[in-house]
């Protein structure tokens, strides 16, 4: 019986200490599977177990073989019991060597020599998180290169560094939340091996790695769930169409390889901490929401590894019951993205109120925020047309994330602007301001800290034409009523990706270099001056002062008090 | 502003003590919206208020007047401009005189002379229910004839009658759950007048009233909701299609609806507890579950009242979340009907284990059901396909209401045959037991106290004659697989409706009479004999003799103990 265990992955190919393999797959509709290894022309034939699961023990695959599974299903019904034979990558893959189109290369996830024994995790009010894309961080693009720059991000003073999703995604270029196979580290970035290369070389430095994962959608390429097993059910629409099955019949096996997939960053890979893309997508009307099960599988890993495990998710809910803990009914999730704390603030730096800023007044609203971290507390929203949110109460400051910008605030726009080009120098280290004396979790995204002037736009490395000529048109038509005389860069143009690379050499001239120092030591007073690292929403009073455009906000720790003047 | 008023009625046409009328109408989409009451030939043209609503106050509508709106709307988008006009009956109408179809008649809420005052309402544990089907409890089928029944309910020993759903439905003949005017009495019961008259005639008799209500969609036929705005998303699928919009733009209309429904019932018809339909089917991913936000509203009104009014949910999950208290993370729903005890007892009667039966083993699962409320509290289940439950833990006995038969039970077989059809006379008396001596709420369905062998249908009386022919090929197609050479009930004939009338001639017949006798000392037991009537779940100790095909029941309250040996 396939039984999630909490201390070893078992879904996918896995290898015991004997370099035997214990092979499990989920593949309820299958009348037979059997794995293929290199280019032997013997199949391994597979068992079939119980709840649609199939299992194989075997010493004829080694680390590094490549393999795919052959499922044969009775297709067309009964009038037409003709069998289906499909030859496909194992959605458990832990490294697609050659993409999503290849077969899958069998790793050893017990493989690296660890050496950062001493690490058990940093407490969550001491994250300040540096999100970035590998792809486009260095020039290079890959793991290796990120390790060269983890003195740099020391220096600055930022305690995480957040990988936005490094799953298997179609081609080499993507933001990441196309991956289609949710647990192989990205073959372009450099595959598995070198993402524990890196988390051990951060955690030898002192610093916490959180992954962004995507458990609400597949990628449209490379996707072939649906031929496994009912991963997706008809009950509940998504912006990316059916929604994954977490509460239909067959969620079980759905529930489990997601909660196998948790598991495994934290223990596998040394994650710290994983960001849950868009979890008001995840829709479970079950008992036990997937998120809920997910915390209490990584609970107890935690307890039994003794490491501090994080779980922070991206959210377009005021809601708490999400980030309120297990015993209260909550999902028990440490912590959320606000997003509203990020819209006032822009709209208080003089964002137009277009779309979704719409609802945003401006300094009212970034008062309303540092008080009560919700804007929305069960008001009615115009922009969504109905009333949103309840009150974030008993939470504290260290459950929000906040920001100025990040890659969604950045490239959502039709030019991937950064605010670098946006507003004025001031205006960016008041920025930096407002989000580094917030009672929250401050986020910066790469670059910001010396305002990178290259934009961060939409990119993708698709191979379906069809499927670049729909994301083409639909990137234009988002932004047809708002631009009409430029032109939307082409998502899958290479030129768009070398664009949004970082430009190191900035760093060091100029205005770039005075922000960068600025940043530091904003970051470095965050950290040591009692009032601002206290993260107590009690102590924590703002006003808005709408007709002089400020934000007065007063913090105050024991006898110590503290008043921000923001004049936007 | 359109506000919920807990102590009065707004949606709709309300009266006001002096005579003057004020309605609210939610028709967000609508250009221009009128009144047209009687054969005047002059509209009363509405305001245009917030949020999509329409307002008037008017001293040109007296109660019993017939009325309907008149609709403006721009239809065919921008390239088509036209207007398009619909007349359409009030969506909060309160008696629909000439059937779904027709125009609305002005209804006066406040005009019946309640003499009820003393009523305070009963103690969820007091509860003993007689669920009763208004069109067939009676020759008559009415209202008024439920009232010359009150003495015989009282004399059986009964506390409350549930009525199945009395809001407007098409035709003369229906279950109920295809209405479409949730607040509009229905027509040929007798209307809202009488039923107020049927409530307050229990009330001086000292029974209390449930009332069956659908919130989770509407029915096929009369169903004019989506021209009036948003009440429908395509983000949430049910088994009638769209999801009832209660977390996409526009639900704030579509909640105030539903929560101005529940209130008017405690309030202005003095039902003491509502019957929530399927709720697993309202699928509501706000930060506020509407059940919650209903609960909120019930609540004050109960506190201004001093009265006791109860919210009870069918649901097909087991989620202790809808019944846990609001400061739990609940929904706070006070209880819940438990199919699984009913399954668990058919299959251990004898019930064959097809379809979703299938998933009960006979006594060990009814022994599971006593202990411990759910059978599944997070086992796999064959039928469902997918772990199902969560513990019930801390919620008391009077938290699940439980039966041997209820309509659902008798009318979701083909030929709709009760228990006395099926099982020995003696089983019909271990079924009585086994539910009455649970601690649990009992449920009896009409006609049950005294074998009536009289069958209950499946019937409907639609006018429209492909949703004939599509229920009526619905119905066989549901049979097909277990009943090749028998007829279904033809659902549109009148003589389904007319087989499925209670024959009271039987009561005083041989043993029907016995059974009746049986019944009758049977819920006396219940309610003197203090372990009985306890209903603490921490004194029950249920143990399957699987061999013997037995369930032995102990229960004990301070030194006394009883025990039940149930031999199936």
């Known amino acids: 019986m396939m039984v999630v265990d909490i201390l070893e992955r078992k879904i996918g190919v896995n290898f015991n200490d004997d370099g035997s393999a214990e092979i499990w797959l989920w593949a309820p509709p299958a009348t037979a599977v059997s794995v293929w290894v290199n280019d032997s022309k013997l199949p391994l034939i597979m068992k079939k177990m119980d709840l649609g699961y199939w299992f194989l023990q075997t010493s004829l695959i080694k680390p590094l073989d490549m393999y795919h599974f052959e499922i044969c299903k009775a297709d067309g019904g009964f009038t037409d ?75 600055l003073g930022i305690t995480a560094i957040e990988l936005m999703p490094i799953a298997q995604f179609p081609g080499n270029r993507n933001w990441g939340y196309d991956g289609v196979f949710p647990f192989a580290v990205q073959n372009t970035y450099g595959g598995p091996l070198a993402l524990q290369h890196l988390v051990n070389a951060c955690h030898k430095k002192g610093l916490a790695v ?23 059910t008809d009950k509940h629409q998504t912006p990316w169409g059916s929604a994954i099955n977490f509460d239909d019949a067959g969620a079980h096996g759905v ?22 893309d868009a979890v008001h997508a995840i829709q479970d009307f079950g008992e036990v929401h997937i998120l809920s099960e997910i915390k209490s599988s990584v609970s107890k890993l935690a307890e039994l590894k003794g490491k501090k ?18 015993n209260k009914g909550g999902y028990g999730m440490d912590g959320q993205w606000i997003d509203e704390f990020h819209h006032a603030l822009r709209v208080s730096a003089g964002q137009k109120p277009h779309g979704y800023y719409a609802d945003f007044s401006g300094v009212a609203h970034l008062a309303k925020s540092y008080n ?14 109905k009333h949103f949110g309840k009150p ?32 004025s120098f001031e205006m960016l280290k008041l920025l930096a301001g407002a989000v580094f004396c917030s009672p929250f979790i401050p986020l910066i995204f790469m670059g910001e800290e010396w305002a990178e002037t290259n934009p961060f736009q939409f990119f993708i490395s698709h191979s379906d034409k069809d499927l670049i000529a729909a994301v083409r048109k639909g990137r234009k038509a988002e932004f047809a009523a708002f631009h009409h005389e430029e032109d939307t860069p082409d998502p899958q143009s290479e030129t768009t990706f070398n664009h949004s690379k970082l430009d190191w050499n900035r760093l060091d001239t100029g205005q770039h270099n005075s922000l960068f120092t600025y940043y530091k030591h904003l970051i470095s007073l965050r950290k040591t001056n009692p009032i601002l690292a206290d993260l107590n929403r ?31």
Request: glycine residues 8%; aromatic residues 16%.
């Open 255 to 276: 529930r489990n390889y997601f909660i196998e997939n948790a598991l495994m960053w934290f223990r596998d890979f040394h994650i710290d901490a994983l960001r849950l």
């Open 372 to 385: 009560d971290a919700y804007v929305y507390d069960g008001q009615f929203s115009p922009h969504r047309k």
């Open 538 to 568: 009690d102590n924590v009073k703002a006003e808005a002062l709408s007709n002089q455009q400020c934000v007065l906000l007063t913090r105050w720790y024991t006898s110590q008090k503290m008043i921000c003047l923001m004049n936007f």
């Open 392 to 423: 974030a109460n008993g939470n504290g400051g260290k459950q929000f994330v906040v920001f100025s910008q990040n890659h969604d605030q950045i490239g959502n726009r039709m030019l991937g602007e950064r605010t670098s080009t946006l507003v």
């Open 309 to 326: 495990y994080e779980l922070i998710v991206e959210l377009d809910l005021n809601d708490n019951q999400y980030i309120n803990p297990q």
């Open 81 to 155: 019991p003709a069998e289906k034979v499909l030859n496909l990558p194992d959605p458990a893959s832990l490294f697609q060597y050659d993409g999503v189109a290849g077969n899958s290369k069998a790793f050893d996830l017990k493989g690296f020599n660890w050496t950062d024994d001493g690490w058990v995790g940093l407490d969550l009010q001491d994250f300040i998180i540096y999100e970035l894309h590998t792809g486009t961080f260095t020039p290079n693009g890959d793991f290796e290169s990120i390790e060269s720059k983890l003195d740099y991000l020391l220096g």
């Open 210 to 232: 959180i992954l962004d994962v995507v458990y609400n959608h597949f990628g449209p390429e490379g996707n072939y769930f649906a031929e496994f097993g009912p991963y997706f």
